[in-house]
């Protein structure tokens, strides 16, 4: 990825980073789900979360004996975009009114008549 550049550029890369940190919290404190994160920006910055900071983050070793499997994910994972027939059906189509300039005069006309 190259390193980001403009000032809007760094403004939504602090706020993405500072969204994914505050989710992982929410993990924690809604879930009770333990986390480790560790990011590193282009620049060679590195940005950690661990939800218990006494509790160090799970070994290869560790994620490979334990009695649940582990679930890995990578960023091939997420490339596609989500299909739009994901619910089983059609999208339904959307239906916008046709506008009907001389429906709406021979209306007006009438009306100038009736009143």
């Known amino acids: 990825m190259a390193p980001v550049s403009t000032r809007v550029q760094r403004e939504q890369l602090r706020k993405r980073r500072n969204n994914l940190l505050r989710r992982h919290n929410d993990f924690w404190r809604l879930y009770g789900i333990k986390s480790w994160l560790v990011m590193e920006s282009p620049e060679g910055q590195i940005f950690t979360y661990h939800s218990h900071p006494s509790i160090p983050s799970p070994s290869g070793k560790d994620m490979e ?6 679930i890995a994910r990578t960023p091939h994972d997420y490339d596609s ?4 027939d994901t619910h089983g059906g059609k999208v339904p189509a959307l239906q916008i009114p046709i506008r009907r300039p001389a429906l709406w005069r021979s209306l007006a006309r009438y009306l100038k008549k009736v009143a």
């Open 65 to 70: 004996t334990r009695h649940k499997p582990k």
């Open 81 to 84: 975009a989500p299909s739009l």
